[in-house]
């Protein structure tokens, strides 16, 4: 069983900053990419940020410049450094994973139950 599990979430005022990370537990063999996706009241889910397994990451046109994603390859853990925080990015965000796992042959996205993030005005 594989399990990704969130943490950073919270309270922050218009300009401040939050750090999510999320670490990915269980029968792993192998992570490809690993991201963040966040999805807003009454909005569709979007891409936030993505990070390849050899650390090359992409950014949304919404968060470039005011967020970095980072990874740790041997603890199986990737993070969301989000500055200058405005009231849009008010989200549920979840971690994703595209692995290959004891329970499934090829590879397969696994999610994160999601962490609130409300930004105050």
């Known amino acids: 069983q594989v399990q990704l599990v969130e943490s950073g979430g919270g309270l922050v005022q218009p300009g401040g900053s939050l750090r999510l990370s999320c670490a990915a537990s269980g029968s792993i063999f192998v992570i490809d990419t690993m991201g963040w996706y966040r999805q807003a009241p009454g909005k569709q889910r979007e891409l936030v940020a993505i990070?390849?397994?050899?650390?090359?990451?992409n950014y949304s046109d919404s968060v470039k410049g005011r967020c970095s994603i980072s990874r740790d390859n041997a603890k199986n853990t990737v993070s969301l450094q989000m500055n200058v925080l405005k009231p849009e990015d008010t989200a549920v965000y979840y971690c994703?994973?595209?692995?290959?796992?004891?329970?499934?042959?090829?590879?397969?996205?696994?999610w994160g139950q999601g962490t609130q993030v409300t930004v105050s005005s």
């Open positions: 990070i390849s397994s050899g650390g090359i990451p």
């Open positions: 994703n994973a595209r692995l290959k796992s004891g329970f499934y042959s090829g590879w397969n996205d696994y």
